[in-house]
Structure formats: structure tokens, C-alpha cells
């Protein structure tokens, strides 16, 4: 099956500082990759939509000047938390779309201290 | 927006008890797919569901594609301590460019020894 690979697994960050999450589509190329955000026991909240090469969309209430988001390549998409504040300590994760099917990074937990 | 509704929200059962989960939407979907989602890890793809009526097999996992395309359920035969985990629905709208998913709540499955 198609993998995704998220890069790092755990990062903890100052409050204030930036931090940039990598998603890699190893074995396929993907246009399109998604990036959720998850509270614990919560289920999975879209917060943006990762076009090769064009702007990425946000879902209504995601400040995109915080979670800035780039996908330069086919396979590669990053998103950066910038000015990290303790409330965005979340578990992040994304996923790429291989044909009707999405798969899933093995996610990434930040936490801003 | 479209609204996914899963339940039950969370299980008890005895190994090889067989398990019964579903998902009822607000509006039609094209595509239904279930995953499990284990503890600091992403989800994982267990099946996709492509035409209403559909019924797809993958080992102990039977799931269906409800025939309204507003529902669909997913059924585990003869549980085993693995089975352990969050399982969640996702519906994929018929049209959009993006055509992201809308999760389900999850379903926490808990299989006692």
C-alpha cells in the first residue's frame, strides 16, 4: 500500500519559536495532501487542503499565517507552526490522497512549553 | 456542513466476541473508508468502499457501502487483543476538487482477555 512518512514523530519547542513539520509520500506522488490536527481523544479536525504548487486552503477558523503550509514537490508537503503558544500543542498529522483512497502519516506530536 | 455520525462511542467485548460499528450521514457520500487509529500513531486504511450496496471483505473485517449512501457499518468477527484501538469512519463528498474527508467521532474498542 501507499506510505506516508511524517518527520519528526515528537518535537517539544519554547513558546514563541517555530516549528516545521515534514510529510513525504514515499512510494507514490501525491497533488493533493491534507493536514489534520487531533485533541486526545478527539477525532481528526482538517485544517488545510496542500495543492502542488499553488496556495493551500484553509479550513474556516485556521490562521493561515500561523500554520503555514508548503507542498514544493509531489511528494514532499511541510507545514510550519510559527510562534508556537502552548494551546497549539496537539498531535499533527497528514495524509495524501493516491487515487480514491487517503493514507495517513504515523503523525507528530508537538508540544510548546 | 456534512456530518458524520458514528457509534457506538465506545465497546467493551470479550475476545472472539464478534464487534458491530456504523456510521450514519446528514448527506450522500461517493466514498466511505474505515480506519484504525492506535495510540501516537496515524490512521490506517483497513477498507474502502466505492458503490452503494458494496460489501467488501478484508480477513475479519467485513464493511458495507449502506444503499441510501448515507450510512455504512463495519462489522469484526471473532475479536482478538490487537483489535484494541479507535476506529473511525470517513465519508468522501461526490464533488469538490478537494474532495476531503469527514471523520466520524470513533469508535474506542476495548477486547478483554
Known amino acids: 500500500g501507499a506510505v506516508v512518512s511524517q518527520h519528526p514523530s515528537r518535537v517539544i519547542c519554547k513558546s514563541g519559536t517555530s516549528v516545521k513539520i515534514e510529510c513525504r509520500s514515499l512510494?507514490?506522488?501525491?497533488?493533493?495532501m491534507f493536514w489534520y490536527r487531533q485533541f486526545p481523544k478527539q477525532s481528526l479536525m482538517l485544517m488545510a487542503t496542500s495543492n502542488e504548487g499553488s496556495k493551500a486552503t484553509y479550513e474556516q477558523g485556521v490562521e493561515k499565517d500561523k500554520f503555514l503550509i508548503n507542498h514544493a514537490s509531489l511528494t514532499l508537503s511541510t507545514l510550519t507552526v510559527t510562534s508556537a503558544h502552548p494551546e497549539d500543542s496537539s498531535f499533527y498529522i497528514c495524509?495524501?490522497?493516491?487515487?480514491?483512497?487517503?493514507?495517513f502519516g504515523p503523525g507528530t506530536r508537538l508540544t510548546v512549553t | 456542513g456534512q456530518q458524520l455520525n458514528q457509534s457506538p462511542q465506545s465497546m467493551f467485548i470479550q475476545e472472539g466476541e464478534d464487534v458491530s460499528m456504523n456510521c450514519t450521514s446528514s448527506?450522500?457520500?461517493?466514498?466511505w473508508l474505515w480506519y484504525k487509529q492506535d495510540p501516537g500513531e496515524g490512521p490506517v486504511l483497513l477498507i474502502a468502499?466505492?458503490?452503494?450496496?458494496e460489501l467488501t471483505s478484508n480477513g475479519r473485517l467485513t464493511a458495507q457501502f449502506g444503499i441510501t449512501r448515507k450510512d455504512s457499518f463495519l462489522n469484526i468477527s471473532a475479536s482478538i487483543p490487537s483489535d484494541v484501538g479507535i476506529y473511525f469512519c470517513a465519508g468522501q463528498p461526490f464533488s469538490g476538487s478537494a474532495r476531503q474527508l469527514t471523520f466520524g467521532s470513533g469508535t474506542q474498542l476495548t477486547v478483554l482477555p
Open positions: 448527506s450522500i457520500f461517493n466514498t
Open positions: 495524509s495524501a490522497r493516491a487515487f480514491s483512497e487517503q493514507y
Open positions: 512510494d507514490f506522488q501525491a497533488t493533493t
Open positions: 468502499l466505492y458503490k452503494a450496496g
